[in-house]
């Protein structure tokens, strides 16, 4: 699976944004898809993960608002991003595994991976 994150930019604190990550290959379906994110200086943070049935769930510092979703007639995921904060600010990654039934927040338990999206928060 190949994937290619977009929708990234500058956005003001307690602004909105919607990412994008688009899926190709085959199968993409099966796949359970997440979001991580890395900040200059800092390791790659779980943010959200989507199983092919669409269970959720989030890492603790974007819970409540950040919602991921997936469009499984697209081979589309999101992440709508609200309220956000200036810690918010990273490169955000979109990860693909073959969905075993339990949703991972590791990055080792993925092996597709797209380039990053750029999201600035400024105050």
């Known amino acids: 699976v190949q994937l290619q994150a977009s929708g990234g930019g500058l956005v003001q604190a307690g602004g909105s944004l919607r990412l994008s990550c688009a899926a190709s290959g085959r199968d993409v379906s099966w796949y359970a898809m997440a979001w991580f994110r890395q900040a200059p200086g800092k390791e790659r943070e779980f943010v959200a993960a989507i199983s092919m049935s669409s269970s959720t769930t989030y890492g603790d510092s974007v819970n409540g608002r950040f919602t991921i979703s997936r469009d499984n007639t697209k081979n589309l995921m999101y992440l709508q991003m609200n309220n956000l904060k200036r810690e918010d600010t990273a490169v955000y990654f979109c990860?693909?595994?073959?969905?075993?039934?339990?949703?991972?927040?590791?990055?080792?338990?993925?092996?597709?991976w797209g380039q990053g999206t750029q999201v600035t928060v400024s105050s």
């Open positions: 990860a693909a595994r073959w969905d075993r039934g339990l949703l991972a927040d590791t990055m080792g338990e993925y092996d597709n």
